[in-house]
């Protein structure tokens, strides 16, 4: 029997990896991409950082990380701080400007 294949959809656990904040001074970004709980920012500026290639520059944004919203706008302008987890860039503390 087909056991379940390819029923539901399992949610990934990327904002749950343990993190590393590499930002002293918060940067700003663009939101590009909403889907729901998680998104995608373009920073305004070039992050100089070995991961900062990934995921074609984005930095992973959590809805978690986004204090009392419950979602970010695509195309507005934010601030976060950045951290590194095992995947990539991800943002911290993000907030709408």
């Not at 294949?5 to 990896?17: E, I, Q, V």
């Not at 990934?54 to 950045?82: A, M, P, Q, R, W």
């Given at each position: 029997?087909?056991?379940?294949?390819?029923?539901?959809?399992?949610?990934?656990?990327?904002?749950?990896?343990?993190?590393?904040?590499?930002?002293?001074?918060?940067?700003?970004?663009?939101?590009?991409?909403?889907?729901?709980?998680?998104?995608?920012?373009?920073?305004?500026?070039?992050?100089?950082?070995?991961?900062?290639?990934?995921?074609?520059?984005?930095?992973?944004?959590?809805?978690?990380?986004?204090?009392?919203?419950?979602?970010?706008?695509?195309?507005?302008?934010?601030?976060?701080?950045?951290a590194e987890d095992s995947s990539g860039l991800c943002a911290e503390e993000c907030v709408p400007l």
């Amino acid at each position: 029997k087909d056991k379940g294949k390819g029923k539901g959809k399992k949610g990934g656990d990327g904002h749950l990896l343990p993190r590393t904040r590499i930002t002293a001074e918060k940067f700003t970004g663009t939101v590009t991409t909403w889907k729901g709980k998680y998104g995608w920012i373009a920073p305004s500026e070039p992050i100089e950082h070995e991961k900062a290639s990934l995921h074609n520059g984005g930095i992973f944004v959590s809805i978690n990380d986004i204090g009392e919203l419950t979602e970010l706008e695509k195309d507005s302008l934010v601030e976060f701080h950045i951290a590194e987890d095992s995947s990539g860039l991800c943002a911290e503390e993000c907030v709408p400007l």
